[in-house]
Protein backbone atom coordinates (compact mmCIF):
# COMPACT_ATOMS: atom_id res chain seq x y z
CA UNK A 1 0.00 0.00 0.00
CA UNK A 2 1.75 3.44 -0.89
CA UNK A 3 1.88 6.46 1.41
CA UNK A 4 -0.86 7.93 -0.07
CA UNK A 5 -3.15 5.31 0.33
CA UNK A 6 -2.29 5.13 3.91
CA UNK A 7 -3.00 8.77 4.27
CA UNK A 8 -6.40 8.42 3.19
CA UNK A 9 -7.19 5.42 5.09
CA UNK A 10 -6.06 7.75 8.44
CA UNK A 11 -8.01 11.01 7.09
CA UNK A 12 -11.33 9.00 6.80
CA UNK A 13 -10.60 7.45 10.46
CA UNK A 14 -9.89 10.41 12.40
CA UNK A 15 -11.83 12.98 10.89
CA UNK A 16 -10.69 15.72 13.78
CA UNK A 17 -7.14 15.03 12.91
CA UNK A 18 -4.60 16.78 10.68
CA UNK A 19 -2.73 15.17 8.89
CA UNK A 20 0.40 16.39 6.45
CA UNK A 21 2.06 14.19 4.01
CA UNK A 22 5.78 15.00 3.49
CA UNK A 23 7.15 13.93 0.50
CA UNK A 24 11.24 13.53 0.34
CA UNK A 25 13.45 11.21 -2.00
CA UNK A 26 14.43 9.03 0.47
CA UNK A 27 11.44 8.46 3.42
CA UNK A 28 8.26 10.40 2.55
CA UNK A 29 6.86 10.36 5.71
CA UNK A 30 3.26 11.41 7.51
CA UNK A 31 3.30 14.13 10.51
CA UNK A 32 0.80 13.49 13.21
CA UNK A 33 -0.03 15.77 16.08
CA UNK A 34 1.87 14.54 19.22
CA UNK A 35 -1.53 14.35 21.19
CA UNK A 36 -2.46 11.72 18.40
CA UNK A 37 0.02 9.53 18.08
CA UNK A 38 -0.85 6.85 20.59
CA UNK A 39 -4.28 6.13 18.81
CA UNK A 40 -3.28 6.47 15.30
CA UNK A 41 -0.66 3.86 16.20
CA UNK A 42 -2.86 1.57 17.52
CA UNK A 43 -5.49 1.82 14.34
CA UNK A 44 -2.06 1.05 12.22
CA UNK A 45 -1.43 -2.13 14.19
CA UNK A 46 -5.04 -2.96 14.26
CA UNK A 47 -6.44 -2.67 11.15
CA UNK A 48 -6.31 -5.41 8.93
CA UNK A 49 -5.12 -3.59 5.49
CA UNK A 50 -2.30 -2.10 7.40
CA UNK A 51 -1.31 -4.52 9.86
CA UNK A 52 2.07 -2.25 11.01
CA UNK A 53 3.17 -5.02 13.33
CA UNK A 54 6.22 -3.64 14.09
CA UNK A 55 8.14 -0.71 15.51
CA UNK A 56 11.24 -1.52 13.31
CA UNK A 57 12.80 2.34 15.36
CA UNK A 58 11.96 5.48 17.28
CA UNK A 59 14.00 8.30 17.53
CA UNK A 60 14.94 11.21 18.77
CA UNK A 61 15.85 14.44 16.24
CA UNK A 62 17.32 17.85 17.50
CA UNK A 63 15.85 20.39 14.87
CA UNK A 64 16.81 24.11 15.58
CA UNK A 65 12.99 25.72 16.67
CA UNK A 66 11.72 21.56 18.04
CA UNK A 67 12.11 18.48 18.88
CA UNK A 68 11.11 15.65 16.87
CA UNK A 69 9.55 11.83 17.12
CA UNK A 70 10.36 9.64 14.53
CA UNK A 71 8.50 6.41 13.76
CA UNK A 72 9.58 3.85 11.34
CA UNK A 73 7.47 1.13 11.24
CA UNK A 74 7.11 -2.37 9.31
CA UNK A 75 4.21 -4.90 8.43
CA UNK A 76 5.53 -8.40 7.86
CA UNK A 77 1.61 -9.38 6.99
CA UNK A 78 1.78 -6.71 3.40
CA UNK A 79 5.39 -5.72 3.23
CA UNK A 80 4.71 -2.56 3.49
CA UNK A 81 6.99 0.38 5.35
CA UNK A 82 5.69 4.00 6.80
CA UNK A 83 7.32 6.93 8.63
CA UNK A 84 5.56 8.97 11.31
CA UNK A 85 6.88 12.36 12.36
CA UNK A 86 5.74 14.29 15.60
CA UNK A 87 6.90 17.38 16.80
CA UNK A 88 6.98 18.80 20.69
CA UNK A 89 8.53 21.84 21.62
CA UNK A 90 11.99 22.34 23.04
CA UNK A 91 11.22 23.92 26.41
CA UNK A 92 8.72 21.09 27.57
CA UNK A 93 9.19 18.03 25.02
CA UNK A 94 6.79 15.47 25.74
CA UNK A 95 4.37 12.68 23.82
CA UNK A 96 2.12 9.92 24.60
CA UNK A 97 3.93 6.52 25.32
CA UNK A 98 3.43 3.65 22.09
CA UNK A 99 4.89 1.29 24.27
CA UNK A 100 1.16 -0.18 24.67
CA UNK A 101 1.33 -0.42 20.89
CA UNK A 102 4.38 -2.07 20.74
CA UNK A 103 6.61 -3.63 23.40
CA UNK A 104 9.78 -2.77 21.83
CA UNK A 105 8.73 1.38 21.90
CA UNK A 106 10.03 1.03 25.84
CA UNK A 107 14.03 1.01 25.32
CA UNK A 108 13.13 3.12 22.02
CA UNK A 109 11.46 6.02 24.22
CA UNK A 110 14.44 5.69 27.09
CA UNK A 111 16.70 5.92 25.00
CA UNK A 112 15.10 9.22 23.34
CA UNK A 113 14.37 10.16 27.20
CA UNK A 114 17.79 9.51 27.85
CA UNK A 115 19.81 11.77 24.85
CA UNK A 116 17.24 14.29 24.16
CA UNK A 117 14.82 14.81 27.59
CA UNK A 118 11.51 13.83 25.48
CA UNK A 119 8.92 13.04 28.10
CA UNK A 120 6.92 10.17 27.18
CA UNK A 121 3.49 10.28 29.16
CA UNK A 122 2.41 6.93 30.44
CA UNK A 123 5.76 5.13 29.59
CA UNK A 124 5.52 2.55 32.50
CA UNK A 125 9.66 2.62 32.91
CA UNK A 126 10.97 6.23 32.21
CA UNK A 127 14.15 6.24 33.32
CA UNK A 128 17.78 6.67 31.70
CA UNK A 129 18.93 3.65 29.89
CA UNK A 130 22.78 4.81 28.67
CA UNK A 131 24.05 6.93 31.23
CA UNK A 132 23.72 7.22 34.99
CA UNK A 133 20.66 8.62 36.63
CA UNK A 134 21.64 11.54 37.88
CA UNK A 135 23.88 12.79 34.92
CA UNK A 136 23.29 16.59 33.80
CA UNK A 137 21.49 17.08 30.71
CA UNK A 138 20.81 14.94 27.34
CA UNK A 139 23.98 14.78 25.24
CA UNK A 140 22.23 14.82 21.67
CA UNK A 141 20.63 17.83 22.19
CA UNK A 142 22.44 20.63 20.11
CA UNK A 143 22.20 23.10 23.18
CA UNK A 144 24.16 20.13 25.32
CA UNK A 145 27.17 21.16 27.53
CA UNK A 146 29.31 18.19 28.80
CA UNK A 147 29.63 18.73 32.44
CA UNK A 148 32.54 19.18 34.03
CA UNK A 149 32.97 16.72 36.82
CA UNK A 150 30.48 13.95 38.04
CA UNK A 151 30.94 12.86 41.41
CA UNK A 152 34.60 14.67 41.86
CA UNK A 153 35.83 12.77 38.62
CA UNK A 154 36.65 14.66 35.77
CA UNK A 155 34.53 14.31 32.27
CA UNK A 156 36.73 14.28 29.01
CA UNK A 157 35.51 14.33 25.72
CA UNK A 158 37.33 13.12 23.30
CA UNK A 159 38.19 15.50 20.34
CA UNK A 160 37.12 13.87 16.90
CA UNK A 161 39.17 12.24 14.83
CA UNK A 162 40.70 14.80 12.00
CA UNK A 163 40.23 12.33 8.78
CA UNK A 164 43.35 14.46 6.76
CA UNK A 165 46.40 13.41 9.80
CA UNK A 166 44.32 9.84 9.19
CA UNK A 167 44.95 10.07 5.90
CA UNK A 168 48.70 11.23 5.43
CA UNK A 169 49.56 8.58 8.69
CA UNK A 170 47.66 5.74 6.39
CA UNK A 171 50.27 6.97 3.48
CA UNK A 172 52.78 6.68 5.47
CA UNK A 173 52.23 3.25 7.08
CA UNK A 174 51.30 2.20 3.25
CA UNK A 175 54.84 3.49 2.29
CA UNK A 176 56.83 2.20 4.53
CA UNK A 177 55.50 -1.14 4.15
CA UNK A 178 56.19 -1.49 0.30
CA UNK A 179 59.20 -2.72 -0.61
CA UNK A 180 61.29 -0.06 -2.90
CA UNK A 181 61.81 -0.58 -6.36
CA UNK A 182 65.67 -0.41 -5.95
CA UNK A 183 65.59 -3.06 -3.55
CA UNK A 184 63.68 -5.62 -5.07
CA UNK A 185 65.25 -4.89 -8.48
CA UNK A 186 68.49 -5.91 -6.57
CA UNK A 187 66.99 -9.01 -4.69
CA UNK A 188 65.64 -10.38 -8.50
CA UNK A 189 69.18 -9.49 -10.55
CA UNK A 190 72.03 -11.74 -10.16
CA UNK A 191 74.99 -11.09 -9.54
CA UNK A 192 76.97 -10.62 -12.69
CA UNK A 193 80.93 -10.89 -11.22
CA UNK A 194 79.51 -14.29 -9.53
CA UNK A 195 78.24 -15.50 -12.55
CA UNK A 196 81.43 -15.07 -14.70
CA UNK A 197 83.53 -16.59 -12.45
CA UNK A 198 80.90 -19.83 -12.33
CA UNK A 199 81.21 -19.54 -16.67
CA UNK A 200 85.17 -19.47 -16.41
CA UNK A 201 85.23 -22.79 -13.96
Known amino acids: MSIQEILEKLKARF ?9 TKVDPFIKVPAKNIAEVAAFLKEDESLA ?9 VDYPNTLVVVYHLFSFKHGHKLVLKVETPRDNPSVPTVENVWRTANWHEREAFDMFGI ?27 TQEFYHGIRVEVAEPPDPLYEAKQKSKVDKAAKPTGTSATKAAKPDSKATTEKKAE
Open 119 to 145: HFENHSDLRRILCPDDWEGYPLRKDYK
Open 15 to 23: EGISFELVE
Open 52 to 60: FDSLMCLSG
